[in-house]
Every structure is written in C-alpha cells, then in structure tokens.
C-alpha cells in the first residue's frame, strides 16, 4: 500500500515521501496517528500542489532575505549609552538593542534575524556584529557606541 508520509518514520523514510508499507502498518499504525495520508490520487495532486506552493514560497522568502543582506552590507548604526569618562559602559550593548534598531529602520526585515556580535560591546568605539536573516543568508554591518560622559568615541 502506498501511503504520504507526513512526519518522518523511523525505518520507513521521511515527510513528504511516498512510501510503500504493508497494509496492516499503514491502517493500524500509520494513519490512525496521522503520521501518513493513504496515497490516492486526490492525495497525490493535493500533495503536489502543497509542495510546490511550499517550495515557491522558501525560494521567494530566501530571494527577499538576500535582497535584504545586500541593502544592510556595510549599515552603521549608532548607539548612545552612559559611561565613564575613560570610554567603559555601565551596561554592555545587548544584541536585542542592535535588531530593534534594525527593525526600526528597516521594518521588512524578519523578527527572527539574529545579531551575532564577535565579543560584548563593553566600551565606546566600533564593534562589528553579523545579521543572519535566515540561515546561511548574513549580512555584516558596523556598530559604534558613544559613551555619554566620554569625548571621544
């Protein structure tokens, strides 16, 4: 019997593949917990069309993402916080403050991104930090923090 199996199954291969199983697996085991569709024809041209629209839908999100990463390549943001007089923040800079600034300016860019920083920005001056928007797809911007009480940055 042929079955869509809809979650992976140990043994048996993988979400989305067609499966062959014996008829007792599939109607005791299989569809009852909803890890498989029984593979008619109906089933099969659902399914086509689900993947396709799935797989169209990664291919424009990943074309966005790097849309994205080429417009923030090289982005300096700017950031204000207290500290002493010598250049050392009371506080570091959090990689939630860098994607809020982010989004603020660039609202089409996803809530997911994530700020990688190479070390905490503990001090006035220039750090770099990664965005990765989706993986694989990053871009690289510069961070420069002034510290309120310092002269220089």
Do not use: C, H
């Not at 909803?34 to 424009?60: C, F, G, H, N, P």
């Not at 006035?124 to 965005?131: D, H, K």
Request: without cysteine; aromatic residues 4%.
């Amino acid at each position: 019997m042929e079955v869509i199996l809809l979650r992976d199954v140990k043994g048996v291969g993988r979400r989305g593949e067609l499966a062959s199983v014996s008829e007792g697996f599939a109607r005791n085991f299989l569809i009852p917990k909803k890890q498989a569709l029984l593979a008619d024809e109906a089933a099969k041209r659902d399914y086509q069309i689900t993947a396709k629209s799935a797989r169209l839908y990664a291919e424009r999100t990943a074309a966005d993402a790097r849309k994205m990463s080429q417009r923030l390549q090289g982005e300096t943001l700017e950031f204000e916080r207290p500290g002493s007089s010598a250049g050392t923040l009371y506080a570091s800079l959090k990689e939630n403050e860098i994607r809020a600034k982010l989004i603020a300016q660039y609202p089409a860019l996803p809530k997911t991104a994530k700020i990688r920083l190479q070390s905490p920005v503990k001090t006035a001056g220039a750090a770099e930090a990664t965005v990765e928007i989706l993986p694989g797809i990053s871009a690289k911007i510069k961070v420069i923090v002034k510290s309120a009480n310092a002269k220089t940055a």
